[in-house]
């Protein structure tokens, strides 16, 4: 059965670093783009970024451009979210997910940023 397994959230000062992790298992990894999604309270979830299937091309959200970066391990079948200079803003639940049949989406982890 498809899991994606999300880990490598928490609390983190504002201008702090924390690097997400999704460890998928179930369906051929190395065959489909993955995402990174959140959601803030009370507002709809958002697309992040998004990775091809050889990583070679990634895509964000205009308010993560330049502090935030996707990849892939695809031997290790694990695709990352490294975040970097956090804002109180970036506060949300962290959601990885797969095109893969219908789509699948992880359980998510708690990022809150925080003084």
């Known amino acids: 059965q498809v899991q994606l397994v999300e880990s490598g959230g928490g609390l983190v000062q504002p201008g702090g670093s924390l690097r997400l992790s999704c460890a998928a298992s179930?369906?051929?990894?190395?065959?489909?783009?993955m995402r990174w999604y959140r959601q803030a309270p009370g507002k709809e979830r958002e697309l992040v970024a998004h990775i091809s299937i050889a990583g070679g091309s990634t895509t964000y959200a205009d308010s993560v451009k330049g502090r935030f970066t996707i990849s892939r391990d695809n031997a290790k079948n694990t695709v990352y979210l490294q975040m970097n200079s956090l804002k109180t803003e970036d506060t949300a639940v962290y959601y990885c997910?797969?095109?893969?049949?219908?789509?699948?989406w992880g359980q998510g982890t708690q990022v809150t940023v925080s003084s």
């Open positions: 997910y797969t095109r893969f049949a219908a789509g699948y």
């Open positions: 179930g369906f051929t990894f190395s065959a489909y783009a």
